[in-house]
């Protein structure tokens, strides 16, 4: 027997988890599988790495009620100065110039998926498996099924989100390539 679900996100990390809380108030039944507790440590999207927002990004997490709890964590970008080092020509941005009380922000990624997982927390559409990782994809005619290795769940759904990064098994099982470069 499996759960039927509107949407299957795969992957509650920084992709997942505002996709998620996005949909909210959509009237969808929304399944969310993550295989790490978005407290956990070894959490990858919620590190101790930063992540610069346009100010447009700030109003996003505003309006889907986010922003308040990582508001005291975010520094604000108030200049900003771009260059090409030994060339000419340059661009230089106040926010006060602008009529703006900052550029955009940096908020370290722990506080927005704390933030993010709180508001998940409450949502009654959602229905969370964390620790849980898809163990199989199989698509039909009406759905795709998710086998999920928290027990022996099975849930359908109409539109399957891959948002399990970079080594996808969504996104393997469609059989969906992936450019890699090396960064050295």
């Known amino acids: 027997m499996s759960e039927i679900y509107d949407i299957a ?6 992709v997942g988890a505002s996709l998620a809380v996005s949909l909210e108030g959509l009237g969808l039944r929304i399944a969310l599988v993550e ?4 407290d956990s440590a070894s959490q990858p999207s919620f590190d101790e790495r930063t ?3 346009s100010n447009g990004s700030r109003r996003i997490l505003e309006t889907l009620g986010v922003w308040e709890t990582v508001s005291g964590a975010a520094t604000p970008i108030r200049k900003i100065h771009v260059s090409d080092q030994g060339r000419f020509g340059f661009a230089r941005v106040d926010a006060a110039e602008q009529g703006l009380a900052a550029m955009g922000y940096v908020v370290p990624n722990r506080s927005l998926g704390a933030a993010l997982w709180a508001r998940l927390s409450r949502s009654e559409s959602l229905r ?3 620790p849980a990782h898809v163990t199989r994809v199989h698509s039909t005619d009406r759905a795709v099924e998710l086998n999920i290795s ?3 769940d099975v849930i359908e759904a109409r539109l399957v989100v891959a948002a399990d ?3 996808s098994a969504v996104r393997s099982a469609f059989g969906v ?8």
Do not use: K
């Open 9 to 14: 996100i795969v992957g509650g990390g920084m």
């Open 35 to 38: 295989a790490v507790p978005n």
């Open 51 to 53: 992540t610069a927002l």
């Open 128 to 130: 969370i498996f964390c």
């Open 150 to 152: 928290a027990g022996t």
């Open 165 to 167: 990064g970079a080594q």
């Open 177 to 184: 390539a992936a450019e890699v470069r090396d960064y050295e």
